[in-house]
C-alpha cells in the first residue's frame, strides 16, 4: 500500500467543492454560506434569551422550543458537513473553532438529560469569530499572533509582578486590620487583604471603609499606589509588542487548509504552513 504523502492530502469533487463554500468566504457562495450561518447564530442566541424572560415563556415557550431544535439540528448537519470535508476531521474537532462549533449544539442534546443545561447554548456567540474571515480581515489573525506571542514572552516578568502585588496585598490588608480593627469592620486580615485588592486596583466597592483618620491616610496612599500598580503590566506587554511587530506586513489569504483546517496563510503560498498539505 501505497504510504500518504502531504501532497496526497487532498480533495476532489463535491467535497472540495463543498470545503471551499463552508470554510472559505473568497467566493460568492462561500460569502453567502458564511452570512447565513451568522444569522442563524444571532437568530439562536436571541431564542434563548427570549426563553429566559418569564412572560415570553409562559405564552411562547413551545414556539421557542421549536425553534431552538430547529438551528441545534442545523449545526449539527452543518457540523457533519465540516467533518466530512476535511481530509483529517480529528484535526479539526480539536481545533480552536473546531470545539467552539461542537459547543454550539452539545447544549441542547444535554438539555434532555440536564435540565438548565439549555442555557449554555449563548456560548455560540463565540462562533461569530468567523465574521473574520467573512469580512476578509484575515491580517487579523497575523496581528492575533503578535499578541499572544508578546503575552508569552511577557509571562515570567508579568509571573514576577503578580506574586509582588500577592505579597502587597497581603502587607496592606495586615496593616489595616492593625489600624482600624474588628470594631471598624476588618475582622480579621483576609478581610483587610480583600480591601486592599478592591483598593489597589481602583474598584472601591465601598462595602468596606476606613473610620479612622490614620486609615484613611493610609488608605489614601494605597489609592494612589494603585495608578501606578495598573501601569505596569500594560508596559510590559506594549514593549514586547513593539518589538515583536514586524516591520513589513504580508498579506494573508482566507484560504484554510483541506486538511488540517487551519488558516492564516500568506496570499501565495500553495501549501499548508503547519502540516504541508497543498492549499
Not at 149 to 156: G, H, I, K
Request: aromatic residues 10%.
Amino acid at each position: 500500500m501505497e504510504p500518504t504523502t502531504p501532497e496526497r492530502e487532498s480533495l476532489s469533487g463535491w467535497r472540495r467543492r463543498w470545503h471551499e463554500i463552508i470554510f472559505e468566504s473568497d467566493t460568492p457562495a462561500g460569502r453567502a454560506f458564511d452570512l447565513a450561518l451568522i444569522a442563524s447564530i444571532l437568530a439562536s442566541v436571541g431564542l434563548v434569551m427570549l426563553e429566559s424572560v418569564d412572560g415570553l415563556e409562559a405564552g411562547y415557550g413551545a414556539a421557542l422550543r421549536v425553534g431552538e431544535w430547529f438551528f441545534t439540528i442545523l449545526f449539527t448537519v452543518e457540523y457533519a458537513m465540516r467533518l466530512l470535508c476535511v481530509v483529517r476531521p480529528w484535526k479539526y474537532v480539536f481545533s480552536w473553532l473546531g470545539m467552539i462549533d461542537l459547543l454550539a449544539i452539545v447544549p441542547t442534546y444535554l438539555g434532555v438529560l440536564l435540565p438548565g443545561a439549555h442555557v449554555l447554548i449563548s456560548l455560540r456567540t463565540l462562533r461569530l469569530l468567523r465574521i473574520f474571515r467573512i469580512l476578509k480581515l484575515a491580517n487579523y489573525l497575523k496581528e492575533a499572533e503578535v499578541l499572544r506571542r508578546a503575552l508569552v514572552a511577557s509571562q515570567p516578568k508579568i509571573t514576577v509582578f503578580l506574586l509582588a502585588i500577592a505579597a502587597l496585598v497581603t502587607v496592606i490588608g495586615s496593616l489595616m486590620y492593625v489600624i482600624e480593627g474588628p470594631e471598624n469592620g476588618f475582622t480579621n486580615i483576609p478581610v483587610g487583604i480583600y480591601w486592599a485588592i478592591v483598593t489597589l486596583t481602583t474598584v472601591g466597592f465601598g462595602d468596606i471603609t476606613p473610620k479612622t483618620l490614620p486609615g484613611q491616610l493610609f488608605a489614601s496612599l494605597v489609592m494612589i499606589l494603585g495608578y501606578a500598580i495598573i501601569a505596569v503590566p500594560t508596559g510590559i506587554v506594549t514593549a514586547e509588542m513593539t518589538r515583536r511587530t514586524p516591520d513589513r506586513e504580508e498579506p494573508v489569504s482566507t484560504q484554510c487548509c483541506m486538511a488540517c483546517s487551519a488558516g492564516g496563510h500568506d496570499a501565495d503560498a500553495r501549501f499548508c504552513k503547519y502540516c504541508g498539505a497543498p492549499l
